[in-house]
C-alpha cells in the first residue's frame, strides 16, 4: 500500500538557519503529494501541495518540489523563523480517497 | 468561508460507552474524511464518504461507524469505548476528493477514555 516516510525528529533550529525536512513516499498510480503543519492544539493546516512530477509547490517562504524519480517531496525553508516552531507532516493522496501520513517532524526555532 | 468544524471540541467518557462526534464541511464540499491521531500511531484514515456513501475504510474494528448527510454534514460513531481509543478525531473536507483535491482540516476533538 501507499505510505510515506518522513525525517524523524525533534529539530532545532537557532532563527535564520535553514531547514529540511526529507520526505520519501511509496505509492502504486499518480498520487498527490502535500505537506501539513500542525501547531500545539489545533488542528493540520496545508502548507503546500504538488499533483504531478516536477510540480513545485510553495507558500510562507517553504517550498518542495515533486521529484518522481526519486519518490521525494522534501522540504525546505532558507530562513526559519520563532513562528515557524511547529510539527510537519507530509503525506500523499492516490485514488483510494485516503491522505497517507509520514510520522511527523518537530521543529524547534530558538530566538 | 467559514472553515471545517468539529464538535464537541472536547469530550471525556468512560470504557464501555459509545460515543457521536460531529463535523460540518466547509460549505460546497462533498467529501469528508476521518482521521485518528494518537502519539504512538500518528495520523491513521477511518474513513471516507461522498455524497452519503462510504468510498473506503481504513483498518478499524466495526466498533468505528460513520454516515454522512444530504447537507454533507457527518458523524462519526464509538462504541463499547476502549483506553486505546483515547486520541485527537480530526474531519476533513474536501470537493470532490479526488487525487487532485486539498483536504483541510477542522479543529479535531479531544476524546479521553477513562
Known amino acids: 500500500g501507499d505510505s510515506v516516510t518522513q525525517m524523524e525528529g525533534p529539530v532545532t533550529l537557532s532563527e535564520e538557519a535553514f531547514l529540511t525536512i526529507n520526505c520519501t513516499y511509496t505509492a502504486t498510480g499518480y498520487p498527490s503529494l502535500f505537506w501539513y503543519v500542525q501547531y500545539p492544539g489545533e488542528g493540520l493546516q496545508l502548507l503546500l501541495k504538488a499533483t504531478k512530477a516536477d510540480d513545485k509547490g510553495s507558500n510562507k517562504g517553504f517550498e518542495a518540489t515533486y521529484r518522481k524519480e526519486t519518490t521525494s517531496f522534501h522540504l525546505e525553508k532558507g530562513s526559519v523563523q520563532v513562528s515557524d516552531s511547529a510539527v510537519y507532516f507530509c503525506a500523499l493522496i492516490s485514488n483510494d480517497y485516503k491522505l497517507s501520513f509520514g510520522a511527523g517532524t518537530t521543529v524547534t526555532v530558538r530566538a | 468561508k467559514a472553515g471545517v468544524t468539529q464538535t464537541p471540541r472536547y469530550l471525556i467518557k468512560t470504557r464501555g460507552q459509545q460515543v457521536t462526534l460531529s463535523c460540518s464541511p466547509i460549505?460546497?464540499?462533498?467529501?469528508v474524511s476521518w482521521y485518528q491521531q494518537t502519539p504512538g500511531q500518528g495520523l491513521q484514515f477511518l474513513f471516507e464518504?461522498?455524497?452519503?456513501?462510504?468510498?473506503n475504510k481504513g483498518n478499524f474494528p466495526g466498533r468505528f461507524s460513520g454516515r454522512q448527510f444530504s447537507n454533507s454534514r457527518s458523524e462519526m460513531n464509538v462504541s463499547t469505548l476502549e483506553l486505546g481509543d483515547s486520541a485527537l478525531y480530526l474531519c476533513a473536507s474536501s470537493l470532490e476528493g479526488t487525487v487532485s483535491d486539498t483536504q483541510y482540516f477542522g479543529p479535531g476533538t479531544r476524546l479521553t477514555v477513562l
Open positions: 460549505s460546497g464540499h462533498r467529501s
Open positions: 464518504y461522498f455524497s452519503e456513501t462510504q468510498r
